[in-house]
């Protein structure tokens, strides 16, 4: 897949863990480990939004494009 979460990365940089953030947001730990390791295949633009609110980021600082060419 061409688009890389990197919650994991910013959730490090800002020391919160995933009980804490789950909370803040109200979504389900489960369901945030999936973003945090990469797993999704979707975000909804709320919980984006409330990351970002959390997080105080930019959506980009979460997301990630790369070209398929460039993929590992």
């Known amino acids: 897949m061409a688009i ?3 919650l994991d990365v ?7 863990g995933l009980a804490e ?3 803040r ?6 369901n945030l ?5 990469d ?3 979707a975000i909804r633009f709320s ?3 409330a990351l970002c609110r959390e997080l105080e980021c930019q959506p980009g ?7 398929e060419s460039e993929e590992i």
């Open 47 to 49: 919980t984006l939004e």
């Open 33 to 37: 480990s999936i973003l945090k390791n």
């Open 61 to 67: 600082d979460i997301l990630e494009y790369i070209p």
């Open 10 to 16: 910013l959730m490090a940089r800002r020391k919160i």
């Open 21 to 23: 953030l789950a909370d």
């Open 4 to 6: 890389i979460l990197r």
């Open 25 to 30: 947001i109200d979504l389900t730990q489960a």
């Open 39 to 41: 797993h999704a295949k």
